[in-house]
């Protein structure tokens, strides 16, 4: 991906940090940083996980143009350090799980009324949810309507967890 | 200010352009836990009774989706978690009367306005989000009153 592909996404460069999650995938994502441009490496072809990020990517820019109260009440507009977050942690995810040869899963993808990006995926009556607001990237996740026995929540930002979560959702 | 009957259906307008609907590989289209997110933890919902169970009436937009819940499985969900100060303790669900103001919606559904709310107020925001799941799970068990138009 070119950088001027990445303007198209809607996603300033000055908002993400320099980060090559495919070269440096042990990273634990700790915020998104202002100073630093950005350049994935990705090259979008007929691998199925790359063609899967980039839909996601795309919906995820589009997200930058939500204005506040674009829920039809009070809602912030979704935070742009949580979007250029949410753009890494989603290149970690899909290295990931690329890796792993795990099955690929499309996120829906949203923003909370707090501004906050999220990151949504429903397999066999579990649901797992991944939220960024710039500062922290946490999971809840659950397998139940119970909210005591039934979920759970923590932090999802390293690669580890990714693995974790992910086997958590797909298998069994 | 009457009470909201533990029989009563609530509906909650579902937007279809803002990734809170998912539709499935296999056709399944349910709403997402953050169909049901709002500011200062407190989830808005219609008392179809109050609405002569006309479900269009809360569409701000043609192709919002409209999802049902009734109040007596909202109210038991029983929610344990951490308050503001780390200390565990229960949280009890409601759904309270809230009728809007003229400015705020048409006359039809002013009177039917109500909210989901935690009692005691403010939880953390991790255990707010856990309610976000169960009551997105208590919807998906329903069928769409309305289902959301994809453009």
Known sequence: MLPQQIATYGVAQ????????FQAPNQKIQSASTNEHFVPYIFPGHDPYQIGIVAVLRKLSEL?????????????????????????????????????????????VSASADG????????NRKILTIYCNGR????????????LDEMDDGDASSKQAIQDLWNWLVNG | MDEVADDEILYRRVLARSGHVKVEPDGTVHATSLAFSERHQQT??????????????????PTDGVASLITVDVRNIALIGPNEQRNSITYLVDVLPDPL????????IRAAHAIIVLQPAYCTDKTYKRLLHALAR??????????????
């Open chain 1, 14 to 21: 000055q908002d993400i940090q320099t980060v090559d999650a």
């Open chain 1, 64 to 108: 930058s143009h939500w204005q506040a109260g674009w829920n039809g009440a009070d809602a912030l507009t979704p935070d742009r350090q949580a979007i250029a977050q949410a753009y890494q942690w989603l290149l970690l995810f899909s290295h990931v799980v690329s890796n792993a040869r795990l099955p690929w899963l499309e996120p829906s």
């Open chain 1, 116 to 123: 906050e990006v999220a990151l949504e995926w429903w397999h």
């Open chain 1, 136 to 147: 922290s990237i946490e999971y809840i996740r659950s397998w139940g309507v119970q909210i």
């Open chain 2, 44 to 61: 808005s919902v219609f008392r179809a009774l109050l609405c002569r169970n006309n479900a269009t009436y809360i569409q701000d937009q």
């Open chain 2, 101 to 108: 103001q003229p400015h705020e919606a048409r006359p039809e």
């Open chain 2, 138 to 151: 208590l919807a998906s068990q329903r069928v769409w009153i309305i289902s959301p138009h994809f453009l």
